[in-house]
């Protein structure tokens, strides 16, 4: 069956900006989780969403935002992009009800902010 | 403050001998922890898991070893192969049977040297 699927794979933007990252769980998940990757800070969670409403928020300022759509497909925002918010966001799905190690993710978005 | 720590950013190894790959957590609540690699590219992958009732978890050539008394868990890889070559993300839940967020380390770059 198909992976998740993240798009866009890359992108640019300058400071201020706002950004919009999609996400497509493998079917049949109803889990959807956000990552940022930056380089020595490893994964750092972001939200995690399950049958459209969030359960789960980490550590990043309001300026991150995401929401799940009824078909289970995702989208997190950045607003007012800053030089730090350059990563890769990753995007992880499971089927929600327990977690055995089984979060799949995607190939991620790589996010460069100028 | 990280909550799961891989102190050691990067190791090298020779194909055919041993990689041990350690990580420590802080926060005494977690129950549950994986092993995730990641390929360059690419999204990372469920590799083992171990719950805090167990003290080993072997998998092929992949064992982990968890000491709940000191916080610390440890991959080992035997025999390591060029294909191991990836970083390793450490990750540690607070649960197993009901999705929590999974917090995860900064990661171990592994390279095998043929």
């Known amino acids: 069956k198909a992976g998740v699927t993240q798009t866009p794979r890359y992108l640019i933007k300058t400071r201020g900006q706002q950004v919009t990252l999609s996400c497509s769980p493998i079917?049949?998940?109803?889990?959807v989780s956000w990552y940022q990757q930056t380089p020595g800070q490893g994964l750092q969670f972001l939200f995690e969403?399950?049958?459209?409403?969030?359960?789960n928020k980490g550590n990043f300022p309001g300026r991150f935002s995401g929401r799940q759509f009824s078909n289970s497909r995702s989208e997190m925002n950045v607003s007012t992009l800053e030089l730090g918010d350059s990563a890769l966001y990753l995007c992880?799905?499971?089927?929600?009800?327990?977690?055995?190690?089984?979060?799949?993710f995607g190939e991620g978005s790589r996010l460069t902010v100028l | 403050d990280q909550q799961v720590k891989q102190n050691s950013p990067s190791l090298s190894v020779q194909e055919g001998r041993i990689s041990i790959l350690n990580c420590d957590y802080t926060n005494s609540m977690f129950d549950y922890f994986l092993w995730y690699k990641k390929y360059p590219a690419e999204g990372p992958t469920f590799l083992i898991s171990?719950?805090?009732?167990?003290d080993k978890n072997e998998d092929g050539r992949f064992t982990v070893f968890l000491n709940k008394s000191a916080k610390h868990l440890s991959l080992h890889i035997v025999p390591s192969q060029p294909g191991d070559s990836a970083v390793y993300f450490c990750?540690?839940?607070?649960?197993?049977?009901?999705?929590?967020?999974?917090?995860f380390g900064p990661g171990t770059s592994l390279s095998v040297i043929p």
């Open positions: 992880a799905s499971s089927v929600g009800q327990a977690l055995t190690g089984e979060l799949f």
């Open positions: 171990i719950s805090s009732i167990k």
């Open positions: 990750a540690a839940s607070e649960t197993e049977t009901s999705y929590d967020k999974v917090i």
């Open positions: 079917s049949g998940h109803r889990s």
């Open positions: 969403y399950f049958s459209e409403t969030q359960r």
